[in-house]
C-alpha cells in the first residue's frame, strides 16, 4: 500500500521547498537592482545556498539501516520517484550541452532527443515491474537469483562498474566545469566543491538521502531550465510556451540557410576554410618533419625579438600550446582539419532528415542504442527498487518520462532560438557585435573571426560550442544576471543528482554484491552499512582523482556507456523476465560476448579508422546487441534448462501479488 | 493462488499488450524517421511535421504508451486477482 499520510507531507515540504526557491530568487533580483550585488556574490550565494539545502536534506535523511541505506526503505511514492529517477537520469550533458548539440546538427541531434526518453517504455513495459516484484538491491542481486551463482553475479558486477564510473567522472567533471564557471575558481577547486556537494547528500543517508536530494535537485533544474526560454520566446512572439512557439524560428533558419549557400562573401570565407583543411592535410603527412620545423619556427622568431618586444607574450603563448610530441601534433592537427573540413561546407537545412544511406543508418543505430542503454543503465533501474509497489514500478517510469520531457520537448526550442539569434549576427559589422557575444567570446564558447577581412560577419566566421547555446539565453533574453546564476545553478543540481545516483549504484556494486555476497557473507547489517558508506568515500575520491587529470576522452566514453550498457546488461534482463528457458550459460555468454564485441568495435573504429557500414563508435553497440541475444538464445538452447527453483522464480516476478512491502524490511 | 494455466493466460495477455505497445514505440520513432523527409512536407504551425516528430511528437506517444501500459495491467492484474493487497 502506498501510505497517502505520507504523500501529502511530502507533498508540503517540496512545495514550501519551491516557495523559498523562488523567493530567494526574488530577493536576489531585488539585492541586484537595488544594492547592485556583484555577480560573483550572486554566484556564492547559489552555489553554497543550494549545497546547504541538499547537505541538510542529506543530514535528516542519515540511516543505519540496511533497507533504507540501499533501496530508500521502499517507500518513494511514484510522482517523487519519477521526479528523482529525472534528476539522476538527467546529467550535465542533458542540461547544458543537448539543446547547443541539437542547434549545432540540426535533424541529426534528434536522435539524442528520442534516444535518451524512448528507452524509458521499455523500461515501464519489460524491466521495472519485475525487478521491482523481485525486490533485492541492485542489478547483480538480479542476476545471481535469476540465473543462480555467483558467476552471473560477478559478470554484473564488472559491466556495472565499467558502465558507471566514466559516467561518474564525467559528472565530477562537470561539476568543476560548472563551480569554475559560475565563480571564477580554479577547475580543481571546483572539483573538490563538487565532491563535498556529493558527498553531503549521500554519505549519511545512502539511497535514501540521495532519493529526497534529487527531488530537490530536480525542481531547481527544471525552473532554472525553464526561465530563460520563457522569456526569450515571450520577446519573439509574445507567446511564453516555449515549446510551441519555435515554428518561426524553423522557419527562419532554413530560409536563412538557403539564401546563405550560394552568397559570393559566405563563399569566399568557405575558400579560406577549404585552404586552412588543405594546409592542415599537408602538414600531417609531413610529419614529423613538419612539427619540428613549426616549433623552431616559433623559437627563432622568439630567439629574434628583443626582450621587451610586446609581441612576445603572444608567441611564447603559441610555444606553450605548441604538440608537445608528433603524435600529440597529429591528433590536434586532424581535430583541426575537420573542423575546417566541416566549415567549408555549405549550411545544410536544419529540419532535413539524413538524406545518405549511410547517414540514416547511423541516426537509427545511435537512437536505438540510446534507448536501449538508457534501460540498462544501472543507477537508473536501480530507482525502480524504491518504489511501495509493483504498480507504482509502472506508473513511476511514466512520472520519471513526464519529468524528463518537461526538459527534453523545451530543449528543441532553445535549439532552435540559439540558432535562430546566432544566425541574426550575419550581416552586422563587426563594430556592432552585442555585448554578449564579447563575453563569450572570451571563454572561446563562441569564435568570430574576420576571415575575409571585409569587416562583416559571415555564417561561416562564426564557431559555437554547444554549451554556449543554454549558457548564453538569460543574457540574449535580456535578463540579469540572477538568471544567469540561477542556470548554473540548475547545471550544478543536474551534474550532482546524477553523480550521486552513480556514486551509490558504485559503491553498493563492490560493497553489497562484491564483498558482502561473494566474499563475506557473515556482516552484521550495521556493519554492511558502515562498510557501503567507507566505499562511497573512496570512490567519491578516485572518481574526483581521475576527473582532476582532465582527460578528453571522458565526454567520450559517456556516450560509450550507452552502447555497453544496452549491448550487456539490456539483453540479461530482458531475457531474464521474457524467456524462461533462459539460464545462467546463454546470459552469461551473451553478456562477455556483447561486451567484447562492443569494446573491440569500440576501440578499431575510434583509434584503427576500422567502420562497417560507416557506423561511428558511439553507436557500436548495434553490433554487440543483437549479437548478445543470438548467443544468449543459441547457448541457451544447447544446454540444460534452468532448475525447476528458478523457474518458479521466473513465474514469481511476473505477477505483482505478494511482493515485499514498503518499509517491511530490516 | 493462480494454477499454472491461469498463471500462463495471464502473461499471454501481458505479452500481447506489451507487442501492440513496442510497435507503436517503434512506428511513432523508427517509422516515423524513415518516412521524415515526406512528413517534412506538411508544416503545421511552421513545423514541418517528419522534425516535429523526432523533437517532440514521439516523447508525448512514449509518454502515453507507458500509462496506457500501466493502466491496462492494473485491468489485467484485476481481472486474475493478482493485484496487491
Known amino acids: 500500500m502506498v501510505d497517502q499520510s505520507f504523500v501529502e507531507r511530502l507533498k508540503k515540504v517540496y512545495a514550501i521547498y519551491t516557495g523559498g526557491l523562488i523567493a530567494l530568487l526574488i530577493l536576489l533580483y531585488i539585492g541586484e ?80 532527443i528520442m534516444g535518451w526518453t524512448g528507452g524509458y517504455v521499455l523500461l515501464g513495459v519489460l524491466i521495472a515491474p519485475y525487478l521491482r516484484k523481485f525486490g533485492a538491491y541492485t542489478i547483480p542481486d538480479f542476476l545471481d537469483a535469476r540465473y543462480g551463482g555467483k558467476i552471473p553475479r560477478f559478470v554484473g558486477i564488472i559491466a556495472t562498474l565499467l558502465v558507471s564510473f566514466t559516467y561518474l567522472v564525467a559528472q565530477v567533471t562537470g561539476v568543476g566545469i560548472i563551480a569554475s564557471r559560475l565563480l571564477g575558481l580554479p577547475f580543481e577547486v571546483g572539483v573538490f566543491v563538487g565532491l563535498v556537494g556529493i558527498l553531503v547528500c549521500s554519505f549519511l543517508g545512502g539511497m535514501r538521502a540521495v532519493t529526497w536530494t534529487q527531488v530537490a535537485q530536480y525542481i531547481v533544474l527544471i525552473i532554472a531550465y525553464l526561465i530563460p526560454v520563457t522569456v526569450l520566446s515571450f520577446k519573439y512572439t509574445g507567446n511564453p510556451i516555449s515549446q510551441i512557439s519555435y515554428g518561426f524560428a524553423l522557419q527562419g533558419i532554413d530560409q536563412r540557410f538557403a539564401q546563405l549557400k550560394d552568397d559570393p562573401k559566405e563563399q569566399e570565407v568557405r575558400e579560406v576554410h577549404k585552404k586552412k583543411a588543405e594546409d592542415l592535410k599537408a602538414k600531417i603527412s609531413g610529419l614529423p618533419a613538419t612539427w619540428e620545423e613549426g616549433r623552431r619556427k616559433l623559437e627563432d622568431q622568439l630567439a629574434s625579438l628583443p626582450a621587451d618586444d610586446p609581441k612576445r607574450a603572444e608567441i611564447e603563448k603559441q610555444l606553450k600550446e605548441y604538440p608537445k610530441s608528433p603524435e600529440e601534433a597529429k591528433s590536434k592537427w586532424t581535430e583541426a582539419m575537420k573542423k575546417a573540413q566541416e566549415a567549408s561546407k555549405p549550411p545544410k537545412s536544419y529540419t532535413t532528415p539524413p538524406t545518405d544511406v549511410k547517414g540514416m543508418a547511423n541516426f537509427l543505430a545511435l537512437t536505438l542504442m540510446l534507448m536501449l542503454g538508457t534501460a540498462g543503465l544501472p543507477h537508473v533501474i536501480m530507482r525502480f527498487y524504491t518504489t511501495p509497489t509493483v504498480r507504482e514500478a509502472r506508473t513511476s517510469a511514466g512520472w520519471a518520462l513526464f519529468f524528463i520531457l518537461l526538459l527534453y520537448i523545451t530543449a528543441p526550442a532553445y535549439a532552435a532560438f540559439g540558432r535562430y539569434e546566432m544566425l541574426n549576427l550575419v550581416g552586422k559589422a563587426f563594430s556592432e557585435l552585442p555585448d554578449w557575444v564579447q563575453k563569450w567570446a572570451k571563454v572561446n564558447l563562441i569564435t568570430i573571426k574576420d576571415l575575409n577581412g571585409d569587416g562583416v560577419v559571415q555564417f561561416a566566421e562564426i564557431s559555437i560550442h554547444p554549451d554556449m547555446i543554454v549558457l548564453a539565453t538569460p543574457e540574449i533574453a535580456g535578463l540579469p544576471y540572477v538568471i544567469a546564476g540561477f542556470v548554473a545553478a540548475g547545471g550544478l543540481a543536474a551534474a550532482l543528482s546524477t553523480a550521486d545516483g552513480l556514486l551509490i549504484t558504485i559503491s553498493n556494486a563492490i560493497s553489497h554484491d562484491l564483498y558482502y555476497k561473494i566474499i563475506n557473507p557473515n556482516l552484521s547489517p550495521s556493519t554492511r552499512v558502515k562498510i557501503g558508506k567507507a ?23 559517456v556516450a560509450w556507456a550507452f552502447s555497453l550498457a544496452g549491448a ?51 553507436a557500436s553497440g548495434i553490433f554487440g546487441m543483437p549479437i548478445n541475444f543470438l548467443v544468449a538464445l543459441i547457448i541457451s538452447r544447447l544446454t540444460p534448462p534452468p532448475p525447476q527453483q528458478l523457474q518458479e522464480f521466473v513465474d514469481h516476478i511476473r505477477y505483482p501479488k505478494g511482493a515485499v512491502k514498503a518499509g517491511a524490511e530490516e | 493462488m493462480l494454477s499454472k494455466e491461469q498463471l500462463e493466460s495471464y502473461w499471454r495477455e501481458n505479452r500481447n499488450l506489451m507487442v501492440v505497445v513496442l510497435l507503436v514505440w517503434a512506428l511513432v520513432s523508427y517509422g516515423a524517421v524513415l518516412i521524415s523527409g515526406l512528413l517534412n512536407k506538411i508544416v503545421i504551425f511552421g513545423f514541418p511535421l517528419g522534425y516535429y516528430m523526432g523533437s517532440q511528437g514521439a516523447l508525448v506517444v512514449f509518454l502515453l504508451l507507458i500509462v496506457f501500459y500501466a493502466k491496462s495491467m492494473d485491468k489485467i492484474d484485476k481481472k486474475y486477482g493478482v493485484e496487491e493487497e
Open chain 1, 33 to 112: 537592482k537595488l544594492f547592485n550585488l556583484s555577480p560573483t556574490f550572486i554566484g556564492y550565494v547559489f552555489l553554497f545556498g543550494t549545497i546547504a539545502v541538499y547537505a541538510a536534506i542529506g543530514v535528516i535523511s542519515r540511516t543505519g539501516k540496511v533497507a533504507e541505506y540501499y533501496v530508500a526503505g521502499r517507500r518513494v511514492p511514484s510522482v517523487f520517484n519519477g521526479m528523482a529517477t529525472a534528476a539522476d537520469w538527467m546529467s550535465a550533458a542533458s542540461f547544458i550541452g543537448m539543446a547547443g548539440t541539437l542547434a549545432l546538427q540540426g535533424y541529426n541531434g534528434l536522435a539524442f
Open chain 1, 535 to 557: 566505499l562511497l568515500l573512496v570512490v567519491a575520491l578516485l572518481g574526483a582523482y581521475v576527473a582532476s587529470f582532465r582527460l578528453a576522452i571522458i565526454v567520450e566514453l
Open chain 1, 568 to 618: 550487456s546488461l539490456f539483453p540479461a534482463l530482458v531475457l531474464g523476465v521474457w524467456d524462461k528457458r533462459m539460464n545462467k550459460y546463454g546470459a552469461v555468454a551473451g553478456i562477455l560476448v556483447g561486451l567484447g564485441v562492443t569494446i573491440a568495435y569500440l576501440i578499431a573504429s575510434r583509434f584503427y579508422g576500422f567502420e562497417i557500414f560507416g557506423i561511428k563508435p558511439i
